[in-house]
């Protein structure tokens, strides 16, 4: 016969398991939400090229997807003077040849700077929206900043006056949590990658294992995970099982197609559709 001692020793599993699993939980989307997306390759920053001669996040590269069909995904975060642009990386370096952050310049300066020695300049998010103009779908990611809140309120801003179909993600996950309680009804997603790719820019190993886990969902409650390709954890997985879209970047291959609901590809041309739901 189990002793009243017993009993509360088989509850500590089962509790810590129900803890695991409101740590993890996605969000709820309808399905019309998730159909804008669901079984749709989206081009990484645009449909830009290997060697760069279309750059990255400029306004050819939308404008060659978007005329191909694909969905894009795009990055904003804001210039000095609060200006919100379409630009990936936080300093100037890799793309303009500059060492400043993109915040530490106003956008009139900004504007001036060739992307990757081209004739493109880094855009305005109200010029990537006003030449997609609802042709096709948008992933929004917000870059982790020094005005998260401000970049949080200024692209919600544009995105509400836009007629076309998004979504927004982050790796932020506070980011991610300002929209589910400011913009409920925007489809939102959380960016993550590995343990090791966290370890490798410069994290510790405590915080790369809660953000490679995504054990901050309870704050955000993203109903779509868009995860770096290769291995999962099996929280992610676990997450994937109670609702959350399987969303991959970046895919340089259409077998990822296969296991996911949608796909942010690069340098390849892959079918527009992989499947209907």
Not at 30 to 43: E, L, P, S, T
Not at 128 to 145: Q, S, W
Not at 256 to 275: C, L
């Amino acid at each position: 016969m189990r002793t009243d001692s017993d009993k509360k020793y088989l509850l500590i599993p089962g509790t810590f398991f129900l803890f695991c699993l409101f740590l993890i939980a996605p969000g709820h989307a309808g399905k019309a939400k998730k159909a804008i997306f669901q079984g749709r390759n989206i081009a990484h920053r645009g449909l830009f090229s290997p060697d760069q001669s279309v750059p990255e996040n400029s306004l050819e590269a939308f404008r060659l997807a978007v005329e191909s069909g694909y969905g894009i995904e795009l990055d904003v975060q804001l210039s000095r003077d609060g200006q919100v642009v379409v630009f990936h990386d936080d300093t100037l370096e890799r793309v303009c040849g500059r060492k400043e952050r993109v915040d530490e310049l106003d956008y009139e300066e900004l504007k001036t700077l060739p992307l990757c020695g081209s004739e493109q300049r880094m855009p305005l998010f109200s010029e990537v929206l006003a030449l997609v103009d609802g042709r096709e779908p948008m992933i929004v990611e917000l870059k982790n900043g020094r005005r998260n809140r401000e970049l949080c309120e200024k692209t919600l801003a544009l995105l509400t006056s836009y007629a076309g179909d998004y979504c927004i993600e982050s790796f932020h996950p506070l980011i991610v949590a300002w929209f589910r309680f400011h913009a409920p009804k925007i489809l939102r997603g959380q960016l993550a990658q590995q343990k090791e790719l966290y370890l490798e820019s410069g994290m510790n190993g405590a915080e790369a294992r809660i953000l490679a886990g995504t054990l901050l969902n309870f704050a955000a409650r993203p109903q779509f995970i868009a995860y770096c390709v290769g291995q999962k954890p099996l929280s992610v997985r676990l997450a994937e099982a109670l609702g959350a879209m399987r969303v991959c970047w970046t895919s340089h291959d259409a077998a990822n197609e296969a296991g996911n609901d949608t796909v942010i590809f690069e340098h390849y041309r892959p079918r527009i559709r992989f499947r209907k739901d």
